[in-house]
């Protein structure tokens, strides 16, 4: 079993920057995967980044603005988000899953945290 807590959200302008952070406990081999979703009101949960063995994979949109990194030492995953525009406002939520290689889409995640907003006033 993983426990997913996530912390860092809240509102900023946009062009600004915010981090999130993920710290995971349990299993390690149930969280060799492990990536960032948003979800904003009205709209399908969709992925943001991901990391696998040191591999990064991201959705177009952010590409360029978004960083997924990890530090095993403290067991958690981080995403720093740059250039935020309005569009990203959205609730964010860690996940951890078992697959082999990047992975974008929710069914490949079998544990989730209880996500953390981020607003992005224009």
């Known amino acids: 079993q993983v426990h997913l807590v996530e912390s860092g959200g809240g509102s900023v302008q946009a062009g600004g920057s915010r981090r999130l952070s993920c710290v995971a406990s349990?299993?390690?081999?149930?969280?060799?995967?492990m990536g960032w979703f948003r979800q904003a009101p009205g709209k399908e949960r969709e992925g943001v980044a991901s990391?696998?063995?040191?591999?990064?994979r991201y959705r177009d949109s952010v590409v360029g603005r978004f960083t997924i990194s990890q530090d095993n030492a403290k067991n958690t995953v981080y995403l720093q988000m740059n250039l935020l525009k309005p569009e990203d406002t959205a609730m964010y939520y860690c996940?951890?899953?078992?697959?082999?290689?990047?992975?974008?889409?929710?069914?490949?995640?079998?544990?989730w945290g209880q996500g953390t907003q981020v607003t992005v006033s224009a």
């Open positions: 996940a951890a899953g078992t697959g082999s290689g990047t992975r974008l889409d929710p069914p490949a995640y079998n544990s």
């Open positions: 349990g299993d390690y081999s149930s969280r060799r995967l």
């Open positions: 990391i696998w063995l040191g591999v990064t």
